[in-house]
């Protein structure tokens, strides 16, 4: 079974600074997508970002970006000028190509320091 | 809007007082599932399913039931509670075809007691 890592439970950042999560998963598949979800206080989750595997170039949504390194099975985002709005937990998914299952990680809490 | 919709949105209840979780999708999607929420754990899987009369076990079924009579629906039973499924919910659901995202209710907070 897939596995999605998420190593951080909990991080920091300065508002208006640079902050990376990171997440690794095991697969054993060549062709799948990779998520960021975002789950503010209110709970609900949202899409953050969305990574195709054969796609090399990383993907990247305004302050949003990926560092997928398909070799290593790394998937880390990164969010650029961090804003208040910002503090969330986050959740990295891992779902195979062709297939209906989401595979989640444990999440990671940020919280953004004025 | 493509949503996905689920109520309540808050529950307490007593230990063995069957409780019934609605969720239901307006995007035709073919994959629906239901997952609880816990601190530290992140998302586990209870049940899916892949199609209308399809559903199977997800990672931590034990206590609900779950049924998928109509493709939009999918309800999530809890036949007799207990506190140990104290937890948030999510219902999702996602294209089997277009390999897109999930899509997610709003969450339920159980609470028995």
């Known amino acids: 079974a897939q596995t999605v890592t998420q190593s951080q439970p909990e991080m920091s950042v300065q508002e208006a600074e640079t902050v990376t999560l990171s997440c690794t998963y095991d697969?054993?598949?060549?062709?799948?997508?990779l998520f960021w979800y975002k789950q503010p206080p209110s709970r609900q989750m949202i899409l953050v970002i969305r990574?195709?595997?054969?796609?090399?170039q990383n993907a990247t949504e305004n302050r949003f970006s990926v560092n997928f390194q398909k070799a290593a099975k790394s998937f880390s985002l990164k969010i650029s000028d961090s804003q208040l709005g910002d503090a969330a937990m986050y959740f990295c998914a891992y779902r195979r190509r062709g297939g209906n299952q989401f595979y989640f990680g444990t999440g990671t809490s940020l919280t953004v320091i004025p | 809007e493509a949503q996905v919709t689920q109520n309540p949105r808050y529950l307490i209840t007593v230990t063995g007082k069957k409780l019934t979780v609605t969720c239901s999708q307006n995007?035709?999607?073919?994959?629906m599932s239901w997952y609880r929420q816990d601190p530290g754990l992140g998302l586990r899987q209870i049940y899916y399913?892949?199609?209308?009369?399809?559903?199977d076990k997800g990672d931590v079924p034990e206590g609900y039931k779950v049924s998928r009579k109509e493709k939009r629906n999918f309800p999530l039973i809890l036949e007799s509670p207990s506190p140990n499924q104290t937890s948030l919910y999510f219902c999702?659901?996602?294209?089997?075809?277009?390999?897109?995202?999930?899509?997610f209710g709003q969450g339920t907070r159980l609470t028995v007691v």
């Open positions: 999702a659901s996602s294209s089997q075809r277009r390999n897109t995202e999930a899509f």
């Open positions: 399913s892949m199609n209308v009369e399809v559903t």
């Open positions: 697969t054993s598949e060549s062709d799948y997508y």
């Open positions: 995007m035709n999607h073919e994959y």
């Open positions: 990574q195709e595997a054969y796609k090399q």
